[in-house]
């Protein structure tokens, strides 16, 4: 077993969101070749976005801190610390409304 503590990858990520020019910064500490499932921790400061993307298989967002808003298509819901969204597959964007971080997970076809 691996235990990962997420409050601390938060935190080192948020700080240096804070930093970057982008206002985001983010982390994969599961996930990538060889593996479907994937968890990517995201921090954003308030204010920075990420533009509209594809997701490349099914996927939901845990607001771990702050608020965001995700939009999607025609639809588009806030979400804070707690709140779990499903993501559509379709095209979505994101703005955290405040300094916010995110786990996201995805499931790769």
């Known amino acids: 077993m691996e235990k990962i503590s997420l409050r601390t990858v ?3 990520q948020l700080a240096l969101a804070r930093e970057a020019p982008a206002g985001r910064a983010a982390v994969t500490p599961l996930g990538g070749t060889g ?3 994937r968890h990517t921790l995201i921090a954003l400061k308030a204010g920075a976005r ?3 993307h594809v997701s490349p298989g099914e996927a939901t967002v845990l ?3 702050g608020r965001m808003r995700l939009e999607s298509d025609d639809d588009a ?3 804070v610390n707690g709140e779990l969204i ?3 597959p379709t ?3 994101a703005e955290a409304v405040e300094d916010s971080t995110v ?3 995805v499931v790769k076809p």
Do not use: Y
Request: proline letters at 4%.
């Open 63 to 65: 607001v771990l801190t």
């Open 103 to 105: 786990l996201l997970t």
């Open 10 to 12: 938060a935190e080192e």
């Open 86 to 88: 499903v993501l559509p």
């Open 35 to 37: 593996r479907q499932l």
């Open 77 to 79: 819901v806030e979400a």
């Open 50 to 52: 990420m533009t509209e």
């Open 91 to 93: 095209r979505q964007a």
